[in-house]
């Protein structure tokens, strides 16, 4: 099996099933990374060390494009997380930055990105209007609208909310 044909994919599994799935996964011979982070738990009695999945409900599987709907089958694993209509496929290196940064950190937290609010300044992340800067006018759903001012007149257009983060002025 050649090495650049294997892909990174994310998976949705059953609530609280990340390293039952990961043992699986293990089991059957499947490459996969589940990130654990080690967390101090504290009972009236004791205190305890325990590795808990820092993704909730997610695991990554590195498999062959043709093979990867196999996955599906397997016991936990409820489907891929999508990107555009198709299984969102995650680069080797960010993989890697996310190994070396549990390497080197314990006890990390996850947090959201900083909510978007109206009137806030953002910058579009991708597509044809990659890194321009505007101000968000409206939100409605998963999409928002942005007014990017330019050469003198006001465009405005449509964006998928996560093509969005906010910016400092």
């Given at each position: ?49 325990v590795l808990e999945p820092i ?32 299984p969102a496929k995650v680069k ?19 947090e959201g990105t900083p909510a ?54």
């Amino acid at each position: 099996m050649e090495e650049n044909n294997l892909h990174w994919f994310a998976v949705y599994t059953k609530p609280r099933w990340e390293k039952k799935v990961a043992k699986i996964l293990a089991d059957q011979g499947i490459e996969h990374y589940c990130p654990l982070n080690k967390v101090t738990k504290q009972w009236s009695d004791r205190k305890k060390v325990v590795l808990e999945p820092i993704f909730k409900s997610y695991v990554f599987v590195r498999v062959p494009d043709e093979t990867k709907w196999e996955l599906r089958k397997i016991d936990g694993i409820l489907n891929f997380v999508h990107w555009l209509g198709k299984p969102a496929k995650v680069k080797d290196e960010d993989i890697l930055t996310i190994r070396k940064f549990l390497n080197e950190f314990s006890d990390v937290t996850i947090e959201g990105t900083p909510a978007l609010q109206v009137n806030a300044k953002v910058r579009i992340k991708q597509g044809l209007l990659m890194n321009y800067h505007g101000i968000l006018v409206e939100i409605q759903g998963s999409r928002a609208k942005v007014r990017i001012e330019t050469l003198g007149v006001q465009l405005s257009a449509q964006f998928d909310k996560r093509n969005l983060e906010p910016i400092q002025f």
